[in-house]
């Protein structure tokens, strides 16, 4: 148990950290709220009703949100692999090239679906 006490204090630390941050927070802020503090932030735009079911998205947040994450994950593979390159040999380079074919696709997927236009 000695050997976890260390992180126990920390997790704790954090904690308390987070619980003191909102309460402060809470207890100092100002407390005068009208309307326009109370409605949705909605980039200086007028916000319009939406519809009973929530609306839909359209599909182009979600391929946005895949590219990042693809992306992301490619980097978190890459680098331990580029650390440890010469240590792999051929199967190394095998698996990495498989990997960035599949990214590859991914990416493919995106353009094709118009996720890279921003107009």
């Known amino acids: 148990m000695n050997l976890y006490a260390p992180i126990l204090a920390l997790g ?18 100002p407390k005068r709220y009208n309307r326009a503090k109370l409605e949705a932030y909605e980039c200086g735009i007028e916000p319009t009703p939406q519809p009973a079911g929530g609306g839909r998205f359209p599909v182009k947040y979600y391929l946005t949100a895949m590219l990042f994450i693809i992306f992301d994950i490619e980097i978190v593979f890459l680098y331990p692999w ?19 074919a599949t990214v590859f696709v991914a990416y493919a997927y995106l353009w094709r679906r118009g996720g890279l236009e921003w107009d």
């Open 12 to 29: 704790g630390i954090a904690a308390a950290f987070g619980v003191v941050s909102l309460v402060a927070g809470a207890l100092t802020g």
């Open 82 to 100: 580029a650390v440890y390159f010469d240590s792999l040999g051929i199967f190394g380079l095998v698996e990495m090239a498989l990997f960035i």
